[in-house]
Each structure stands twice: as structure tokens, then as C-alpha cells.
T-cell receptor, first 115, second 112 residues
Framework: DTAVSQTPKYLVTQMGNDKSIKCEQN?????MYWYKQDSKKFLKIMFS???????INETVPNRFSPKSPDKAHLNLHINSLELGDSAVYFC??????????????FGPGTRLTVT | GQNIDQPTEMTATEGAIVQINCTYQ??????LFWYQQHAGEAPTFLSY????GLEEKGRFSSFLSRSKGYSYLLLKELQMKDSASYLC?????????????FGAGTRLAVHP
């Protein structure tokens, strides 16, 4: 059973379109994240939700809107896609408490290509 | 601000030992994590250090010196499957919450 899953794995779309990426975790974790990994392989946090509540919102264009319907799901919707949005987007989750509270489990990634 | 530095690339021979260094300058430091990422795959957790010293986990060990802002990941008995990127990440408190800030990663190539 996959711990953190994302769909789709690949997404090719044109500039100006709107697209969504879905993420689900079956680990029972309270906290979920979205990261962006660009072509230079920098992995940068975008958003974090704890029990459906937004707790981290880094400097991300407001074309990006996360939504967490429940603590097992965190989706990412992107409006008016731009060329610079091309990257791999990773979803991750972590438990809330304990010494490894911030050990994060990553999904397989969604490779977004904007043409 | 924060700054995390690690070498871009390293090469090593199968069976050897390699040390990947990471230096950081951050405020609100709460710990240091190492992740492994194979090409085209997700990062996977390797180790973390909160206090100074060495943490050993099989063939992998990680060291931290908080006063020096320095960590290293030591890989022993290298295998071909260890060819991957190794990401150093600082766990820090900033803006009212904790978060992981990743370095750019060190691409390790293990050859026969």
C-alpha cells in the first residue's frame, strides 16, 4: 500500500490553463506539505496544513491555492499556468508529535510541464 | 536569512567510504536532516541530528556540530545503489512555525 500518493504523475499543459494535483496519505499523519523542486533540484516548501488548517504559506504566487478537505488529503490547484511553473511537485506528510515529528514522507512527485 | 551549502557532485568507488559535508547558517535551528533522492524519485529520510555528535544507522552515519554550523553524512561500504542525490535539510523555527529548509543536494556517483 502506497503511504503518500499523488495524481497525476505527469502533467503536460499549455500556458494559461488551470490544473490540479491531488495528494492522499494513509499514514494517519496530521501534517501535510507541498514542495516544488525546480530544474536545479532545489526542494522548496510551498504550503503546509495541520489537520486541515493552513500553517505555512511561503512566498508563493496566489495563482497557487491548496485545499485540504480532510487531514488525509491535500490538493493543489494552479490557475493561469506559466512557463516558470514547470517543475516537480512533491506532496509530503509527517506526524504531529514525537521526536521524529518532522520526519517527512514524500509522495512520488508530479512532473508538471507547461508549454 | 538562511544558507545551506553542500558540494554539488562527488564520486567514489564501490566498497569505499565517502563523507558528504553540509554547512549552514540559520536562525531558530532545531535539528538537521539528511534525505536520499534517486533520480526521478521522491526523497527518502535517512537520518536526523538534534544534539551534537554522531548518529549511526547501519552503513550510514550523520554528525552534527551546532557551534560550527556543520554536519556530515558518512556512507560506508559503498554500493552501486548508493548513487543518488543526498539532501541536507535544516529544521528551523521561523515566522511562527517549524519547517524544513533543504540544501541543493550533493549528487554522488559510485563506480565499480
Amino acid at each position: 500500500d502506497t503511504a503518500v500518493s499523488q495524481t497525476p504523475k505527469y502533467l503536460v499543459t499549455q500556458m494559461g490553463n488551470d490544473k490540479s494535483i491531488k495528494c492522499e496519505q494513509n499514514l494517519g499523519h496530521d501534517t501535510m506539505y507541498w514542495y516544488k523542486q525546480d530544474s536545479k533540484k532545489f526542494l522548496k516548501i510551498m504550503f503546509s496544513y495541520n489537520n486541515k488548517e493552513l500553517i505555512i504559506n511561503e512566498t508563493v504566487p496566489n495563482r497557487f491555492s491548496p485545499k485540504s478537505p480532510d487531514k488525509a488529503h491535500l490538493n493543489l490547484h494552479i490557475n493561469s499556468l506559466e512557463l516558470g511553473d514547470s517543475a516537480v511537485y512533491f506532496c509530503a506528510s509527517s506526524p504531529l508529535s514525537g521526536v521524529t515529528a518532522y520526519e517527512q514522507y514524500f509522495g512520488p512527485g508530479t512532473r508538471l510541464t507547461v508549454t | 536569512g538562511q544558507n545551506i551549502d553542500q558540494p554539488t557532485e562527488m564520486t567514489a568507488t564501490e566498497g569505499a567510504i565517502v563523507q558528504i559535508n553540509c554547512t549552514y547558517q540559520t536562525s531558530g535551528f532545531n535539528g538537521l536532516f539528511w534525505y536520499q533522492q534517486h533520480a526521478g524519485e521522491a526523497p527518502t529520510f535517512l537520518s536526523y541530528n538534534v544534539l551534537d555528535g554522531l548518529e549511526e544507522k547501519g552503513r550510514f552515519s550523520s554528525f552534527l556540530s551546532r557551534s560550527k554550523g556543520y554536519s556530515y553524512l558518512l556512507l560506508k561500504e559503498l554500493q552501486m545503489k548508493d548513487s543518488a542525490s543526498y539532501l541536507c535539510a535544516v529544521f528551523m523555527f521561523s515566522g511562527g512555525y517549524n519547517k524544513l529548509i533543504f540544501g541543493a543536494g550533493t549528487r554522488l556517483a559510485v563506480h565499480p
